[in-house]
């Protein structure tokens, strides 16, 4: 019986509620992996050794039976995939067993199908995203491991891909009241949301360090299922890549603009350009997600990224000192709010109502912001060579990860 122990006790402990008697679960081996006595726990259990050697259909161990280690009651042998998964074993008098065998049997082999269902969900869950993190982000070059345990899981390792990465991230500080399940809950919806809807677009999807990975491979079938054709190609030599990429991009576009509309939360995407090896695009797709955490734009292209690729390049120590000589006069406390609003104001292009709205704010607000950031640095965005310097210091503050980076 393929089954964790605590899983095992919770089924014990299901059954034994119903009946209010002593209950003990057996695996194939005989032994008590399971029971509401601790101390039977690891002991051999003779009577369900004659269950599943002599495949009975129920063994009752009465007080005058002298069977070693093993008390008067019940046993039932537990059958999944048609052979004997198990054994239930009830402690006491059957004759004053209010619950019928059978449905006792039944009941124990419904909990221990859904369980092994579950739980061999849960490991292929964690081998895909082993094996996602190993072709994803340590791969070195594609070996024949490499290959067969991508066909395990229905991916080419070979094809080269469109890679997006998404992140749920608050669009604005959420109240103290609000509950951390309540968030938690949210970021599920919008997750599953994601997904949903990237696997309408063709992609292979899943969970890779609390980031959404969307996987498009770079194929015509892919491309006719999102167009609705039939027509089937013999070769990929007419596939188009950048029409697939422009599709790609809409969809998560609409998608993003979905989740603003309808939560106080956003969703971040970076998308890769064109098709390429998974772990090329992988990385191309993280750096441009890293850039959209901090921007007020939602979507963005690694191949429409230009400074902001050799920005990642610059040593820490430069780094933090051209910060800090330019946004060391702004207070801690309003750091936040006076970064976030030059991002949008750069990010619109110096649209002042367009920038505003994204940050849900009022555009004097956002004009007050902008001309306290002029008065605290000496720098104003709205001067082309003052814009060019708080342009440049606003995308070093923060690290490739997209973490914040310290003034000093």
Same mark, same amino acid.
């Given at each position: 019986m393929q089954i964790s122990l605590e899983n095992a006790q919770r089924i014990v402990t299901e059954i034994s509620d119903v009946l209010g008697e002593d209950v003990n679960l057996m695996d194939q081996s005989a032994i008590i992996i399971a029971s509401t006595d601790p101390n039977r726990v690891g002991n051999h259990h003779l009577g369900a050794e004659r269950i599943v050697v002599?495949?009975?259909? $129920?063994?009752?161990?009465?007080? /005058? @039976?002298?069977?070693p280690g093993v008390r008067p009651g019940l046993n039932l042998p537990i059958w999944v995939e048609g052979r004997i998964a198990g054994v239930l074993g009830i402690t006491g008098n059957p004759a004053t067993f209010t619950t019928p065998a059978h449905?006792?049997?039944?009941? /124990?082999?419904?909990?221990l199908r859904e369980t092994l269902s $579950?739980? $061999?969900a849960q490991r292929h869950g964690r081998s895909y995203t082993r094996f996602l993190q190993a072709w994803l982000r340590d791969a070195r070059e594609v070996t024949r491991e490499l290959v067969t345990e991508g066909g395990d899981f229905d991916i080419d390792v070979r094809s080269h891909y469109i890679v997006a990465t998404a992140q749920v991230l608050h669009r604005s500080p959420m109240g103290a009241h609000t509950m951390i399940a309540t968030r938690q809950a949210e970021v599920d919806r919008i997750s599953e949301l994601a997904t949903e809807r !990237?696997?309408?677009l063709g992609a292979t999807t899943a969970l890779? @360090? %609390?980031r959404i990975v969307m996987l498009f491979p770079c194929t015509d079938d892919t491309t006719n299922q999102q167009s609705g054709s039939t027509h089937e190609h013999e070769t990929n030599e007419s596939f188009d890549s950048d029409g697939f990429l422009t599709a790609i991009v809409e969809g998560l576009e609409n998608t993003a603009e979905h989740v603003r509309s309808t939560s106080p939360m956003r969703l971040v995407v970076g998308i890769s350009s064109g098709d390429a090896p998974a772990p090329e695009a992988m990385s191309q797709a993280e750096r441009a997600l890293s850039y959209g955490t901090r921007s007020a734009v939602d979507v963005h292209r690694y191949d429409q990224l230009t400074l902001e690729i050799l920005l990642a390049s610059i040593p820490e120590r430069e780094r933090l000192s051209f910060i800090s000589r330019v946004f060391g006069g702004i207070p !801690?406390? %309003?750091? @936040?709010? /006076?970064?976030? +609003?030059?991002? !949008?104001?750069f990010d619109t292009n110096g649209a002042l109502s367009h920038a505003a709205q994204l940050l849900f704010i009022h555009k004097n607000t956002l004009t007050g912001r902008l001309n306290k950031l002029t008065e605290l640095t000496?720098? @104003?965005?709205?001067?082309? +060579?003052?814009a060019s310097i708080l342009w440049l210091a606003l995308h070093l503050t923060q690290? %490739? /990860?997209g973490e914040p980076q310290p003034l000093a």
């Open positions: 002599e495949e009975l259909d $129920r063994l009752i161990i009465r007080p /005058t @039976d002298k069977i449905v006792l049997q039944k009941m /124990t082999e419904i909990l $579950r739980e $061999r !990237a696997r309408r890779l @360090d %609390s !801690a406390e %309003s750091r @936040d709010d /006076t970064l976030r +609003s030059l991002q !949008a104001y000496g720098l @104003d965005p709205r001067r082309t +060579s003052d690290d %490739s /990860t």
